[in-house]
C-alpha cells in the first residue's frame, strides 16, 4: 500500500523602488534555492523559475537588505550583505550545522565582506547596511534580524510583525519613555543601532517560528513599514490578488504617501499537498487538508514561538510614461543587549546633520553624517507567470 507524500512549494515575487525623492536605489532582495543552488535575483529582478518552485532539502532563502551611507556606499553594501548571505548558504562549509547557526555564520561573513570593502576603498566608510534573512523549511521559518527592515506573516486575514526594529526609537519606547505616537514621528525614529558593516561586531536576534498551508511571508525595507500604516498592508495582503500585484500595490501605497525612501517588498506563500495513493482511505489530516484548501483559514491561530539557543537543534520539519515619473504579534521575547533593563541610552548629538523634512536620514548610532540625493525610479517590470490559486 503506497503512503501519502506532503509536498512543500512556495510562490515568491519582489519589486524594490526608487522613489519619489531618491537619486539612487540602497535596497536590494534576494531569493536563493539552496537544494538546486540557484541564487535568483539580478540587479534587483527575481528569475522566473524561482517565482514557484519546491522547497527542497536545504530550503528557500529569502532576503531584504537597506543600505546606509548615502550615494553608492549603501547601494554596495546592501548588495554585498545579499549576495555574500546568499553565497555562503548556497555552499555553506558544514551543512550538518543547524540551520539558526549556518544563518549566524553567513551574517558573520555579510559583516566581515562590508567591512572589507569600506576599508579597502577608502571614500565609502561609512556604508552599512540592514538585513532581514528568512530560511524557509518544511513548515518551519528561522528568521535574522538586523537593523530596521521587517517580516511580517499573513495568515487568515491577520498580518502580524515577526521583527522587531532595532532602532533608538523603539528602545526609548520599550523603556517606557515614548508612547507610539511619539515615537512614530520622534526625528530619531530612523537611528540604527546596529548594522552589517559598523565598526562593532554584529548580533543578529534570531528565531523559529511555524508555518502553514497558504500561509505569507511579507519582508520589506522601512521605506514600506515607515509610510503605510499596519492596516493599509494588511488591507492589500487580504485584497486575494497574486503576489505580483500586491507586491505592486505595496510600493505604489508607498509612493502614494509621498514616495520619500527606497521601497522593497518580497512576498512569499507556502503551499503544503498531500498526495493521497489512488484508492487509499481518506484520513483526518487529509480531510482537513482538503478544507484548508477549499477554505482557509479565517482567524490567526495561536502558535507557540521559538526563539533560538545556541547549542540545540533546529525544529524538524513596463511601465508608462506616467509610471516612469512616479517612484517606479508576535512579540519577540529574546532579550537584546541594548534592551537590558537599566542600560543606558545612546547620546545623541543635536548638531547632527539631518535630511530635508520629508524624510529623516536613516543613520546608524555610530554615523550620522550622511547626506542623502533625491530622484526617482519605475519598479521592476518583471512580470511573474500564472502561479496557483491560494483556495487549491
Given at each position: 500500500?503506497?503512503?501519502?507524500?506532503?509536498?512543500?512549494?512556495?510562490?515568491?515575487?519582489?519589486?524594490?523602488?526608487?522613489?519619489?525623492?531618491?537619486?539612487?536605489?540602497?535596497?536590494?532582495?534576494?531569493?536563493?534555492?539552496?537544494?538546486?543552488?540557484?541564487?535568483?535575483?539580478?540587479?534587483?529582478?527575481?528569475?522566473?523559475?524561482?517565482?514557484?518552485?519546491?522547497?527542497?532539502?536545504?530550503?528557500?532563502?529569502?532576503?531584504?537588505?537597506?543600505?546606509?551611507?548615502?550615494?553608492?556606499?549603501?547601494?554596495?553594501?546592501?548588495?554585498?550583505?545579499?549576495?555574500?548571505?546568499?553565497?555562503?548558504?548556497?555552499?555553506?562549509?558544514?551543512?550538518?550545522?543547524?540551520?539558526?547557526?549556518?544563518?549566524?555564520?553567513?551574517?558573520?561573513?555579510?559583516?566581515?565582506?562590508?567591512?572589507?570593502y569600506h576599508g579597502a576603498s577608502?571614500?565609502?566608510?561609512?556604508?552599512?547596511?540592514?538585513?532581514?534573512?528568512?530560511?524557509?523549511?518544511?513548515?518551519?521559518?528561522?528568521?535574522?534580524?538586523?537593523?530596521?527592515?521587517?517580516?511580517?506573516?499573513?495568515?487568515?486575514?491577520?498580518?502580524?510583525?515577526?521583527?522587531?526594529?532595532?532602532?533608538?526609537?523603539?528602545?526609548?519606547?520599550?523603556?517606557?519613555?515614548?508612547?507610539l505616537e511619539e515615537a512614530q514621528?520622534?526625528?530619531?525614529?530612523?537611528?540604527?543601532?546596529?548594522?552589517?558593516?559598523?565598526?562593532?561586531?554584529?548580533?543578529?536576534?534570531?528565531?523559529?517560528?511555524?508555518?502553514?498551508?497558504?500561509?505569507?511571508?511579507?519582508?520589506?525595507?522601512?521605506?514600506?513599514?515607515?509610510?503605510?500604516?499596519?492596516?493599509?498592508?494588511?488591507?492589500?495582503?487580504?485584497?486575494?490578488?497574486?503576489?505580483?500585484?500586491?507586491?505592486?500595490?505595496?510600493?505604489?501605497?508607498?509612493?502614494?504617501?509621498?514616495?520619500?525612501?527606497?521601497?522593497?517588498?518580497?512576498?512569499?506563500?507556502?503551499?503544503?499537498?498531500?498526495?493521497?495513493?489512488?484508492?487509499?482511505?481518506?484520513?483526518?489530516?487529509?480531510?482537513?487538508?482538503?478544507?484548508?484548501?477549499?477554505?482557509?483559514?479565517?482567524?490567526?491561530?495561536?502558535?507557540?514561538?521559538?526563539?533560538?539557543?545556541?547549542?540545540?537543534?533546529?525544529?524538524?520539519?513596463?511601465?508608462?510614461?506616467?509610471?516612469?515619473?512616479?517612484?517606479?504579534?508576535?512579540?519577540?521575547?529574546?532579550?537584546?543587549?541594548?534592551?537590558?533593563?537599566?542600560?543606558?541610552?545612546?547620546?545623541?548629538?543635536?548638531?547632527?546633520?539631518?535630511?530635508?523634512?520629508?524624510?529623516?536620514?536613516?543613520?546608524?548610532?555610530?554615523?550620522?553624517?550622511?547626506?542623502?540625493?533625491?530622484?526617482?525610479?519605475?519598479?521592476?517590470?518583471?512580470?511573474?507567470?500564472?502561479?496557483?490559486?491560494?483556495?487549491?
Open positions: 500500500m503506497g503512503t501519502n507524500r506532503t509536498t512543500h512549494q512556495i510562490v515568491v515575487f519582489g519589486l524594490s523602488d526608487r522613489g519619489l525623492q531618491r537619486e539612487n536605489n540602497e535596497d536590494h532582495f534576494m531569493v536563493a534555492d539552496l537544494t538546486r543552488k540557484v541564487i535568483g535575483v539580478h540587479d534587483n529582478r527575481l528569475r522566473p523559475e524561482l517565482f514557484y518552485h519546491d522547497i527542497g532539502v536545504r530550503g528557500t532563502l529569502l532576503l531584504v537588505a537597506d543600505g546606509l551611507g548615502g550615494h553608492e556606499g549603501g547601494e554596495i553594501a546592501s548588495q554585498l550583505a545579499v549576495d555574500t548571505m546568499a553565497r555562503a548558504l548556497v555552499d555553506p562549509t558544514e551543512q550538518d550545522l543547524p540551520v539558526p547557526e549556518q544563518i549566524t555564520r553567513a551574517v558573520d561573513m555579510a559583516h566581515e565582506a562590508i567591512c572589507k577608502g571614500h565609502t566608510r561609512r556604508m552599512a547596511s540592514t538585513l532581514t534573512a528568512v530560511h524557509v523549511g518544511h513548515g518551519v521559518v528561522t528568521i535574522a534580524q538586523v537593523g530596521d527592515s521587517r517580516a511580517y506573516r499573513f495568515s487568515g486575514g491577520k498580518l502580524t510583525l515577526l521583527t522587531e526594529d532595532q532602532t533608538i526609537v523603539h528602545m526609548m519606547q520599550k523603556k517606557g519613555m515614548l508612547t514621528n520622534h526625528p530619531h525614529r530612523n537611528i540604527i543601532l546596529q548594522a552589517l558593516g559598523q565598526d562593532k561586531s554584529v548580533v543578529p536576534e534570531l528565531q523559529i517560528l511555524p508555518l502553514s498551508h497558504n500561509d505569507c511571508l511579507l519582508l520589506c525595507s522601512d521605506g514600506l513599514s515607515s509610510y503605510v500604516a499596519h492596516e493599509r498592508i494588511e488591507e492589500i495582503m487580504a485584497s486575494g490578488e497574486d503576489e505580483h500585484m500586491r507586491c505592486r500595490h505595496l510600493v505604489e501605497a508607498a509612493n502614494g504617501a509621498g514616495g520619500a525612501d527606497n521601497v522593497t517588498v518580497l512576498l512569499a506563500r507556502l503551499i503544503i499537498r498531500e498526495s493521497v495513493p489512488l484508492g487509499a482511505p481518506s484520513t483526518p489530516s487529509t480531510r482537513r487538508m482538503q478544507r484548508e484548501e477549499k477554505h482557509p483559514q479565517k482567524s490567526l491561530r495561536a502558535t507557540e514561538v521559538h526563539v533560538y539557543q545556541p547549542g540545540k537543534t533546529a525544529l524538524s520539519p513596463e511601465d508608462s510614461p506616467e509610471d516612469k515619473g512616479r517612484r517606479g504579534s508576535w512579540t519577540v521575547l529574546l532579550r537584546l543587549p541594548w534592551f537590558a533593563k537599566g542600560t543606558p541610552l545612546p547620546a545623541v548629538d543635536d548638531e547632527s546633520h539631518t535630511a530635508p523634512a520629508s524624510e529623516p536620514a536613516k543613520t546608524s548610532i555610530w554615523k550620522r553624517e550622511i547626506r542623502w540625493p533625491w530622484g526617482h525610479k519605475a519598479p521592476s517590470p518583471t512580470v511573474p507567470p500564472h502561479t496557483p490559486d491560494a483556495s487549491r
